[in-house]
T-cell receptor
Framework: GAVVSQHPSRVICKSGTSVKIECRSL??????MFWYRQFPKKSLMLMAT?????????EQGVEKDKFLINHASLTLSTLTVTSAHPEDSSFYIC????????????FGPGTRLTVL | AQSVTQPDIHITVSEGASLELRCNYS??????LFWYVQSPGQGLQLLLK??????LVQGIKGFEAEFKRSQSSFNLRKPSVHWSDAAEYFC????????????FGTGTRLQVTL
């Protein structure tokens, strides 16, 4: 149980285009979803926290207009990187938690974004 | 503010040897503590977690960790390492709120020599 999927697993796009990454909880209802960014050989940096039906809460230094997060249902959250640039290239990982899971976060497999 | 320190960036052990990965945390209340493992290009897999109760917790793949409140530590151990354990290991601390954030350490890369 507690499986989280991400799609796509890998995406390459041209500079200036927008990319959408989906995060789904497959067998539970995720009251909260988190989006992380991981640079090569670095730790995970929390970008934002989203609760279903509410606006996402962004961490300091994360541009909310560039990284659009939508949590429209209890099983789906999306991260859209708008007007992507090469510096946005990174590994993006989502996680989800449920109210009864003692705040344990279940992680997706990650999405590798490369902006040319 | 919560923080996690993993003082060892890189550790190399021989297959069959014992392993201990260090983790120190800073948190203002009762912490929830986690150890995750990440293989290259993959997401995070939970090894074990501590919420309350017995301070020695058992996890998957033969790993265990001990919560020591007096030392603010949550070190990960394994009595005999296998070559497949080579990966990046992250310690994390979180709180008790429903949308509690996790703060991760910088990770320890484990290399296993045959």
């Amino acid at each position: 149980g507690a499986v989280v999927s991400q799609h796509p697993s890998r995406v390459i796009c041209k500079s200036g285009t927008s990319v959408k990454i989906e995060c789904r909880s497959l067998d539970f209802q995720a009251t909260t979803m988190f989006w992380y960014r991981q640079f090569p050989k670095k730790s995970l940096m929390l970008m934002a926290t989203s609760n279903e039906g509410s606006k996402a809460t962004y961490e300091q230094g994360v541009e909310k207009d560039k990284f659009l997060i939508n949590h429209a249902s209890l099983t789906l959250s999306t991260l859209t990187v708008t007007s992507a640039h090469p510096e946005d290239s990174s590994f993006y990982i989502c996680s989800a938690s449920a109210r009864l899971s003692y705040n344990e976060q279940f992680f997706g497999p990650g999405t590798r974004l490369t902006v040319l | 503010a919560q923080s996690v320190t993993q003082p060892d960036i890189h550790i190399t052990v021989s297959e069959g040897a014992s392993l201990e990965l260090r983790c120190n945390y800073s948190y203002g209340a009762t912490p929830y503590l986690f150890w995750y493992v990440q293989s290259p290009g993959q997401g995070l897999q939970l090894l074990l977690k501590y919420f309350s109760g017995d301070t020695l917790v058992q996890g998957i793949k033969g790993f265990e960790a001990e919560f020591k409140r007096s030392q603010s530590s949550f070190n990960l151990r394994k009595p005999s390492v296998h070559w497949s354990d080579a990966a990046e290991y992250f310690c994390a601390v979180g709180g008790t709120g429903t949308a509690s954030k996790l703060t991760f350490g910088t990770g320890t890369r484990l290399q296993v020599t045959l």
